[in-house]
């Protein structure tokens, strides 16, 4: 049972353009929402988190929206540039054993 | 992320070899973890630790074991390697010590092996 469920797949963004990948969980017991970054040839890094008691975190052109009632969660990157290009993966923690649950990745591209 | 480390970066085997995965940290932290990456998959957690006395299966430990050598160092064997293992393996580190692990999991992934079995 997938208890994260990311989308879309694949993006393609023009630079300057709004890219938006979504995420949907399961389990009401997760605590913490991190976004993770990956570029080719290396291994993901945080890149901004959230928590369930707010609704919006903001860091530079990357901003989390989290809605709890509907159980998901959104990472907006605005004026999009090619060096964004990369994959980015949604994750949720499972309360006090730290495990995180990653969605299944979206590749973004950033046309110039 | 320099801090973590695996080696090899890349093998290439055969079906039915035992192979070894080795990952070290020099972040002094307690938690470490093995997560394999398939294409439309994302990742997976395969065995983690929480420390060197303990070591937990994560979703998909079939065919795969692991040894916590030292807080630092954190292996995961195939004892009989099959096709399917072929994918990109990254080990995992996180602090729940200290200030720093309070409330916090942020995991510092090292570089990845990628792993073919022929």
């Known amino acids: 049972q997938q208890q994260v469920k990311q989308s879309p797949q694949s993006l393609i963004v023009q630079k300057g353009g709004i890219s938006i990948i979504n995420c949907a969980y399961e389990n009401t017991a997760f605590d913490y929402f991190p976004w993770y970054q990956q570029f080719p040839g290396k291994g993901p890094a945080l890149l901004i988190a959230?928590?369930?008691?707010?609704s919006e975190k903001k860091e530079g052109r990357f901003t989390i929206s989290f809605n709890k009632s509907a159980k998901q969660f959104s990472l907006h990157i605005m004026d999009s540039q090619p060096g964004d290009s990369a994959t980015y993966f949604c994750a949720a923690r499972g309360g006090s054993n730290y495990k995180l649950t990653f969605g299944k990745g979206t590749l973004l591209t950033v046309n110039p | 992320d320099a801090d973590v480390t695996q080696t090899p970066r890349n093998r290439i085997t055969k079906t039915g070899k035992r192979i070894m995965l080795e990952c070290s940290q020099t972040?002094?932290?307690?938690?470490m973890y093995w997560y394999r990456q398939d294409p439309g998959l994302g990742l997976r957690l395969i065995y983690y630790?929480?420390?060197?006395?303990?070591?937990n299966k994560g979703e998909i430990s079939d065919g795969y074991s692991v040894s916590r050598q030292a807080q630092a160092k954190f292996s995961l064997s195939l004892e009989s390697a099959i096709p399917n293992q072929t994918a990109l393996y990254f080990c995992?580190?996180?602090?729940?010590?200290?200030?720093?692990?309070?409330?916090?999991?942020?995991?510092?992934f090292g570089p990845g092996t990628r792993l073919t079995v022929l």
């Open positions: 972040k002094g932290h307690d938690r």
């Open positions: 959230i928590r369930p008691d707010v």
């Open positions: 995992a580190t996180s602090d729940t010590t200290g200030l720093a692990g309070v409330g916090h999991n942020e995991q510092f």
């Open positions: 630790s929480f420390d060197v006395k303990d070591i």
